[in-house]
């Protein structure tokens, strides 16, 4: 069975607060309209050495919108670390920043 976007949240938020990250979920799951800006991704993460990254909580196989991809590529133009997935890509992210060691 594949996990919903909140297990994946969950397990992401966890992984990242063990690596001493500190997380602020932008996340609204109330029924009514966020009042955040189109593609704005889920999470905004800050760590003591990396500074801070955004991340993009995605079940497998999720796809992102429109103005997600957007956001993204702007991330890019302006040098700012953006990660798309659940825990495996923060964990490779991560290790590319030698921060956590994968098997």
Same mark, same amino acid.
């Given at each position: 069975?594949?996990?919903?976007?909140?297990?994946?949240?969950?397990?992401?938020?966890?992984?990242?607060?063990?690596?001493?990250?500190?997380?602020?979920?932008?996340?609204?799951?109330?029924?009514? &309209? @966020?009042?955040?800006?189109? $593609?704005? /991704?889920?999470?905004?993460?800050?760590?003591?050495?990396?500074?801070? =990254?955004?991340?993009?909580?995605?079940?497998?196989?999720?796809?992102?919108?429109?103005?997600?991809?957007?956001?993204? &590529? @702007?991330?890019?133009?302006? $040098?700012? /670390?953006?990660?798309?997935?659940?825990?495996?890509?923060?964990?490779? =992210?991560?290790?590319?920043?030698?921060?956590?060691?994968?098997?």
């Amino acid at each position: 069975m594949t996990p919903l976007e909140r297990d994946v949240a969950r397990s992401v938020v966890a992984f990242l607060e063990t690596c001493g990250c500190h997380v602020y979920s932008l996340q609204d799951r109330r029924p009514r &309209a @966020t009042r955040n800006t189109p $593609g704005l /991704p889920d999470l905004y993460v800050l760590h003591r050495q990396l500074g801070g =990254f955004w991340v993009e909580l995605k079940a497998p196989g999720g796809k992102q919108t429109v103005e997600q991809v957007s956001f993204q &590529a @702007t991330c890019g133009r302006c $040098g700012v /670390p953006y990660v798309c997935g659940g825990v495996a890509e923060a964990m490779a =992210f991560l290790a590319q920043r030698g921060l956590v060691v994968t098997p």
